[in-house]
Nanobody, 124 residues
């Protein structure tokens, strides 16, 4: 079982930036897909971005071009750099670890390991 701890959330003005971090233990981020999801109040958890073991990245249409997912295998940490934040980006952001190299990554049901979440609030 992998343990995930997110950090880096906070309050930012519209147009601002934040970088979220997800420190993993128990499994290396280099061996499985890692992803970020988010959940706003009253809404379902939605896919944000994922990075495969190969380094290939995928993004939701709503964040493509503004967010960037990356990983540092030496630190066993995954990052989500967010630029041009908008009020609609306000949500709790969760890090997730997959279990199989070639698994789907856009559905939260495909991930069994989750962090506790970090709140991102974008003020207008």
């Amino acid at each position: 079982q992998v343990q995930l701890v997110e950090s880096g959330g906070g309050l930012v003005q519209a147009g601002g930036s934040l970088r979220l971090s997800c420190a993993a233990s128990g499994r290396t981020v280099s061996s499985v897909p890692m992803a970020w999801f988010r959940q706003a109040p009253g809404k379902e958890r939605e896919f944000v971005a994922a990075i495969r073991w190969s380094g290939n990245t995928l993004y939701a249409d709503s964040v493509r071009g503004r967010f960037s997912i990356s990983k540092d295998n030496a630190k066993n940490t995954v990052y989500l750099q967010m630029f041009s934040l908008q009020p609609e980006d306000t949500a709790v952001y969760y890090c997730a670890a997959g279990s199989s190299r070639f698994q789907p990554v856009r559905n939260s049901a495909d991930f069994g390991s989750w962090g506790q979440g970090t709140q991102v609030t974008v003020a207008s």
